[in-house]
């Protein structure tokens, strides 16, 4: 093994950065090139991503990495979002954003088509009404002239690879997100597509992770798990097959590592995903709402003349009693951007709970009700596998939260391990790593992250105060 540095480039919901990983045959070094917003834009009633000025600063920081002389290029993004390319390879509009209401009633729409049990069966994706399927039903039910047009659909990640190469391709673990794809056969379910009116003539080759898509200012660029969950969990310091993880950000997405996809009734049931890993592997998980309810908390706050930072809201809540209120995470009512708190309020109030009305006891509600959200989901899991979990990895930007960690534990009755925080990056690296030789395995990579020493660990104090609480919840 020899010193070699690569490029991450990491688009989350609320900003983006390109990272440069050294890995001097031992650990890995992370250094941050550049670091911008990711700012949405309304336009006429409908929410956009602004994907030109992130390409723009993408560039940027890919620039200020140069002089490292880096191996190749990794990108990853948030899933289900697309861009739609004319003959040309130009942009017909900008991408929508995923929390546009467009998808409203669009669950509706495909199933009056196809049950649902059927689009399950086809996917064995979660049915949410963000995944891209639900976006291009849209479309279909508006007539909408973008479809006859359109020549290629290029998913987030895999517009910013095109704007790289040239190459019109899609990554496994991106593509997985759509609902859109057979999990057995790995490639898109036309005959779905077709009944629902959707062209599956524009949608691209789909490539494992670790392809060697092309080059960058004769820099290669390989695709690591383009979907940036996907990128974190190959990067969960794992050292025992009997493992949960948490990628927790602005969503929480809960899940185990398996072999092969579980599509059965049970699993249609839970609602369960089973999306695209790394090296043969299927996500089996499920979306929690995560800290984005926080987030939206927070901007309320702060329009009010109320600015708190995330380690004050969670000084806060250590101070609020404990477990006064819960509410369901995944209440679609907590999908758009609004008045969070007066949305927890209402529910709370609506449910005959006590009203959280301090930010203290706003943000205690949340957190505490994710981490019995997180319980479920593992328990769902367990059942529809056959796999247990013993411990638990929450890896990316929400495992500093060490108050929601401890209540993940107490919650659970797991052990959970914290970190490493910039999961994602490393993922990405560590696949672009392999690809190049560097490292032999994702169980090496994963030791080398094990070896790190950047996780911390939350012994659980399972309660009978916590117990009570859970059968409340499940009453939601």
Not at 354 to 361: K, N, Q
Request: charged fraction near 15%; aromatic fraction near 6%.
């Amino acid at each position: 093994m020899t010193s070699q540095t690569v490029l991450a480039v990491d688009l989350g919901a609320e900003s983006g950065r390109v990272m440069a990983v050294q890995f001097d045959g031992r650990a890995l070094h992370t250094e941050e090139l550049a670091r911008f917003p990711n700012t949405p834009v309304r336009v006429n009633g409908t929410l956009h991503w602004n994907f030109l000025s992130l390409w723009d600063n993408i560039q940027q920081g890919i620039a200020s990495g140069t002089s490292l002389t880096p191996a190749s290029i990794g990108v990853d993004t948030w899933g289900v979002d697309f861009a739609l390319l004319d003959e040309q390879g130009h942009l017909l509009g900008n991408p929508v954003h995923y929390r546009d209401s467009r998808t409203d009633n669009m669950m509706t729409k495909v199933f009056e088509r196809i049950p649902r049990a059927e689009v399950f069966a086809y996917t064995g994706i979660e049915v949410m009404q963000i995944n891209t399927l639900y976006q291009l039903m849209s479309l279909v039910v508006e007539e909408s002239p973008l479809l006859q047009v359109a020549d290629t659909l290029l998913l987030s990640p895999d517009l910013i690879n095109y704007w790289l190469t040239g190459e019109k391709i899609s990554e496994y673990s991106i593509a997985s997100t759509t609902q859109m794809i057979n999990p057995h056969t790995r490639s898109w379910a036309t005959p779905m597509l077709e009944t629902l009116g959707i062209p599956s003539t524009i949608l691209p080759e789909i490539v494992p992770p670790g392809t060697r898509i092309g080059s960058y200012n004769d820099i290669p660029v390989i695709a690591p798990a383009c979907h940036d969950t996907g990128s974190a969990v190959a990067a969960a310091p794992a050292t025992t097959p009997h493992f949960g993880y948490i990628s927790s950000g602005t969503w929480s997405l809960v899940g185990i590592e398996t072999d092969a996809p579980v599509i059965t009734p049970e699993a249609a049931a839970a609602n369960i995903t089973n999306e695209g890993g790394v090296f043969d592997t299927i996500r089996l998980l499920k979306n929690v709402m995560g800290l984005w309810i926080v987030q939206q908390c927070r901007l309320k706050w702060r329009a009010v003349g109320e600015d708190y930072s995330y380690a004050t809201l969670v000084g806060l809540a250590e101070q609020a009693t404990p477990l006064q209120s819960i509410i369901d995470p995944n209440d679609v009512v907590f999908l758009r951007p609004g008045d969070h708190p007066a949305l927890i309020r209402a529910k709370c109030e609506a449910t005959g709970q006590p009203t959280p009305e301090t930010p203290g006891a706003v943000v205690r509600c949340v957190l505490e009700s994710l981490a019995l959200a997180y319980r479920d989901m593992f328990e769902r899991l367990e059942r529809v596998s056959g796999h247990r979990v013993d411990v638990i990895h929450i890896i990316g930007g929400g495992s500093q939260n060490t108050l929601l960690n401890q209540m993940t534990a107490d919650a659970s009755g797991k052990p959970v391990m914290a970190g490493p925080v910039e999961a994602t990056v490393i993922g990405n690296a560590l696949i672009q790593l392999i690809t190049l030789g560097e490292l032999g395995s994702l169980g090496e990579a994963r030791q080398i992250v094990a070896d790190m020493a950047s996780t911390t660990r939350y012994t659980p104090n399972l309660t009978d105060d916590w117990q009570a609480a859970y059968e409340r919840y499940n009453t939601l």
